[in-house]
């Protein structure tokens, strides 16, 4: 299994910072790419931002100049730097982790299966 744990969320007045982290543990072999989605009351689950093991990173328009992305390779920690937020950012930020799991047979010497994990999500509230 693999587990993924935010943190960070909370509220802040419009045009404040935020840092949300995520942490990802478990039987992993690889993780090829972390990302953060997000969902706002009423609203569809949306990308916010992706970062490849290389460094490649890409973000949601809406958040385009005031969110970074990056991430540990080593600790399997992505990280989310949300600055200048708007209430508009309000909404239940969710940690994604795509790869592969250790072998179930073979042990962490070997690929598994593939994996795709979601964190439980972390609430940011944005007041004006």
């Known amino acids: 299994q693999v587990h993924l744990v935010e943190s960070g969320g909370g509220s802040v007045q419009a045009g404040g910072p935020l840092r949300l982290s995520c942490d990802a543990s478990?039987?992993?072999?690889?993780?090829?790419?972390m990302g953060w989605h997000r969902q706002a009351p009423g609203k569809q689950r949306e990308l916010v931002a992706t970062?490849?093991?290389?460094?490649?990173?890409n973000y949601a328009d809406s958040v385009k100049g005031r969110f970074t992305i990056s991430r540990d390779n080593f600790k399997n920690t992505v990280y989310l730097q949300m600055n200048s937020l708007k209430p508009e950012d309000t909404a239940v930020y969710y940690c994604?982790?795509?790869?592969?799991?250790?072998?179930?047979?073979?042990?962490?010497?070997?690929?598994?299966?593939?994996?795709?994990?979601w964190g439980q999500g972390t609430l940011v509230t944005v007041s004006s």
């Open positions: 994604n982790a795509v790869g592969f799991y250790c072998s179930r047979v073979f042990g962490c010497a070997t690929r598994g299966a593939a994996l795709d994990a």
């Open positions: 478990g039987s992993i072999f690889s993780i090829n790419a």
């Open positions: 970062i490849t093991s290389g460094g490649s990173t």
